[in-house]
């Protein structure tokens, strides 16, 4: 889900903008790509998921990634656009790069 929170003294609640459906379990971690207007979430289906924001103002899966466990903490570098994956096994992935240019993580 993606939330805009005022300022305005007038609206002391989160608005819901968005509604991102696709992980099969339990979303563990999402972070926000602000440059891109996307958003990477990290679920316990083992998937991490590239959301971007279209024209239409809708968030849509633009890459999938499987992982060999399930996703318990996600952390992303900016400058690097490298993602970490701390999985249920013990294993951390930084391995990941996402290429935007090209939608992939390689």
């Not at 379990?25 to 316990?44: C, F, H, Q, R, Y």
């Not at 849509?60 to 900016?78: E, G, K, N, R």
Request: proline fraction near 4%; hydrophobic fraction near 35%; charged fraction near 20%.
């Amino acid at each position: 889900m993606v939330a805009e929170i005022h300022s305005r003294l007038q609206s002391s609640h989160p608005i819901l903008l968005n509604k991102i459906k696709g992980h099969q379990d339990t979303v563990s971690a999402a972070l926000l790509i602000p440059k891109k207007d996307g958003v990477i979430t990290a679920s316990e289906d083992r998937t991490i998921q590239v959301w971007l924001k279209r024209d239409s103002g809708q968030y849509w899966l633009s890459i999938y990634h499987t992982m060999s466990s399930p996703c318990s903490v996600m952390a992303y570098h900016h400058d690097s656009r490298r993602i970490f994956v701390g999985q249920d096994n013990g294993t951390i992935m930084s391995s990941l790069d996402w290429i935007p240019s090209n939608n992939r993580m390689a």
